[in-house]
């Protein structure tokens, strides 16, 4: 175990998941790919459509949806496929997870509108049982939606631009992201669960948002100066606080899919060991660089005294 404890390690979680010993991990934490083609390393199926993470006229030049996340003519039947192709690697890894994980354990699985479902029925099958679907709501969405008036009257179609005038293309603006919370199945009651493995209760005394109890929709958004690199980056403090409600301090926290490596960083800030794993080189070293240099700062804050919050 030590050699993988408190490190992002390169390379396919597959590879590596097998080696951990048994009913060792107290949470999965992890923002894992959504197999629905936001960038190359999220294409988890057969890609027979060229026009596939291609660009339209609407995204040139946008920070936001730079690339499709879906074919540009049609689904052919091989797209079709991409939901349950998507689900099969997803189980390929989870039951990979299974026995690694201590009996009672939670897993957050951060996923996307579109396929989480198929993540969720691959950690059923994998064994593992879904306890709730939280929402982690965003403070803004990028949102485009084309309007059809504007592209009939490209073509020509005066009388069907007028039919169609205040009608659009697309999703109303996707505000949210699920993540789904599932656990390992425990012995006995949740208790004894408790205090035999350590971990199947939450922390609600230090969970509380303004003085209340937490609800299933967290509203935690990025700080104005965290350092953004991942395009599927998420703040450190929603992991933050779903480390915080599930585990105890110095426990171990899995993320096979460390991507810019905020799992680690939410670790470090708070006291937990961690196991990570990243398959692109590039996001590797930039996550290195990122946990060494705020592992400096806040080493630092904590030599000055102040409270680090
Ligand atoms: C959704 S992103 C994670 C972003 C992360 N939450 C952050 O805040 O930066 C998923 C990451 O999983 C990586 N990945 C994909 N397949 C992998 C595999 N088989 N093993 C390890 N990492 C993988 C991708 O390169 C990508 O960086």
């Not at 709730?132 to 009257?153: F, G, M, N, T, Y």
């Not at 109303?172 to 209760?201: C, H, M, Q, R, S």
């Amino acid at each position: 175990m030590v050699s993988w404890l408190n490190k992002i390690n390169l390379g396919d979680c597959r590879e590596f998941l097998p080696d951990l010993p048994e009913e060792s991990v107290h949470l999965f934490l992890s923002d894992i790919p959504y197999g629905i083609g936001l960038d190359d390393w999220d294409v988890l199926h057969n890609n027979t459509n060229s026009a596939y993470l291609g660009q339209s006229p609407a995204q040139k030049g946008k920070s936001g949806f730079k690339r499709r996340g879906k074919p540009i003519r049609g689904w052919s039947s091989a797209d079709r496929e991409i939901g349950k192709e998507y689900q099969a690697w997803c189980l390929s890894w989870a039951k990979l997870v299974y026995p690694v994980m201590k009996k009672g354990s939670s897993m957050f699985v951060f996923g996307a509108r579109r396929t989480i479902h198929r993540a969720i029925v691959a950690f059923e099958d994998a064994g593992f049982i879904l306890r709730d679907i939280l929402i982690w709501k965003k403070p803004s969405a990028h949102h485009r939606s084309q309007r059809i008036e504007i592209v009939l009257s490209r073509r020509g179609e005066k009388e069907l631009a007028e039919k169609w005038r205040g009608w659009r293309l697309g999703n109303l603006a996707p505000i949210y992201e699920p993540i789904a919370w599932l656990f390992k199945p425990y012995d006995l009651t949740i208790t004894d669960n408790v205090i035999e493995n350590e971990v199947g209760a939450m922390n609600i005394a230090d969970s509380k948002i303004n003085g209340s109890s937490p609800t299933n929709i967290l509203e935690i958004g990025f700080q104005p100066d965290e350092a953004r690199i991942h395009e599927a980056q998420k703040p450190v403090g929603l992991m933050e606080y779903l480390i915080r409600l599930t585990t105890r301090e110095n426990q171990i926290v899995l993320d096979p899919f460390m991507g810019s490596g905020t799992t680690a960083v939410a670790c470090k800030n708070l006291n937990r060991q961690f196991i990570g794993f990243e398959i692109n080189p590039e996001y590797y070293e930039m996550a290195l660089q990122r946990l060494e240099r705020e592992t400096r700062q806040l080493r630092l804050f904590r030599e000055s005294g102040e409270d680090y919050s």
